[in-house]
């Protein structure tokens, strides 16, 4: 089967899957300029893990032997509804308030790759949802589809940024599609205007030890707040939407399709005096199938804990 053919049909195939964008990119080495300098400045705080993984993430064929190609899919997450900013209230990220998106996006890319596989019995390939060193962002730029803001999140001119990304890398030449060149953000700058801690440093360069979400999901429940962070965090317990929020791209949202991402009532604006007496087994039970049990009840806590703070 020609590659382009066989592209044609892969996109297609990904968008009767619920994804409202897909392309493809050929797997080759990514330049490493950007990725070290940020190592180098220690923006990645305590992810150890993007250090000791760094061949790794700008080498896709050591991942998937004989790589060849990456095909990117962009599925809509937004749901048009507004967080709280009353004190006694939580902030959670919008991503977060429905399914959690790895339960959703994984069997459709498994699903994809069936596919693929059935085209082609002999294609070895690998599914990736933000679980395994691959650079997805920089991956949908060099598939098309959308370019990297200055908050660093990717943004496309028909649905904004509200959307989660996931590939496939596989051992097959396929007919790939142009990078995303243009920058569409022009002289704005609300993103980094906005940001309460000053995360963003720079276009596109995110100090992570600054970020809400990285200081509310990805640092360990037993690792200090800096002093000086804690007041200008607000009520967030759970991720941060402030840059997207903002965002003149996000104007041309639009609600999505799939069920999975609707908003559970308890995963929007949730009492911090209710998270604060809440036990192990409730929490389990409670954030299962959320994107919410990854700060752990300890972690979930601490975060309440300096919302509250803040709350005086």
Not at 47 to 53: D, E, L, S
Not at 117 to 146: C, H, T, Y
Not at 283 to 302: C, N, V
Request: glycine residues 6%; proline residues 6%.
């Amino acid at each position: 089967m020609l590659s382009s053919l066989l592209s044609k049909r892969i996109k297609e195939k990904a968008l009767s899957l619920g994804f409202f964008r897909a392309g493809i990119a050929r797997a080759e080495p990514l330049d490493a300029t950007h990725l070290d300098e940020w190592l180098a400045r220690g923006y990645h705080g305590d992810m150890h893990h993007m250090r000791a993984r760094r061949d790794l993430l700008l080498n896709p064929a050591a991942l998937v032997p004989n790589a060849r190609s990456i095909i990117v899919c962009a599925m809509n997450y937004y749901t048009p509804y507004n967080s709280t900013i009353a004190p006694e209230r939580g902030r959670i990220s919008r991503y977060a308030w429905g399914d959690d998106y790895h339960e959703v996006l994984r069997p459709r890319l498994q699903a994809l790759l069936a596919y693929i596989q059935e085209l082609i019995p002999q294609a070895n390939g690998r599914v990736f949802v933000d679980s395994a060193p691959l650079m997805e962002k920089a991956w949908a730029v060099r598939a098309g589809i959308g370019w990297q803001g200055k908050h660093s999140i990717l943004i496309t001119r028909d649905h904004g940024s509200w959307f989660f990304i996931g590939a496939i890398l596989v051992d097959v030449e396929l007919s790939c599609d142009a990078p995303f060149s243009a920058d569409h953000c022009g002289e704005c700058r609300k993103c980094i205007a906005a940001c309460p801690t000053g995360a963003i440093v720079a276009p596109r360069v995110v100090d992570a030890r600054q970020c809400i979400s990285y200081l509310t999901i990805e640092l360990k429940h037993d690792k200090p707040y800096a002093e000086e962070l804690k007041g200008k965090i607000g009520n967030a317990i759970f991720g941060c939407d402030i840059c997207q929020n903002v965002c003149p791209w996000n104007r041309f949202a639009r609600p999505t399709p799939e069920p999975a991402f609707q908003p559970y009532p308890q995963h929007i604006d949730p009492n911090l005096g209710d998270l604060l007496r809440m036990s192990r087994e409730e929490f389990r039970q409670k954030y299962r199938h959320s994107p919410i049990k990854r700060a752990r009840l300890e972690g979930l806590q601490r975060n309440v804990r300096i919302a509250l703070e803040n709350k005086k």
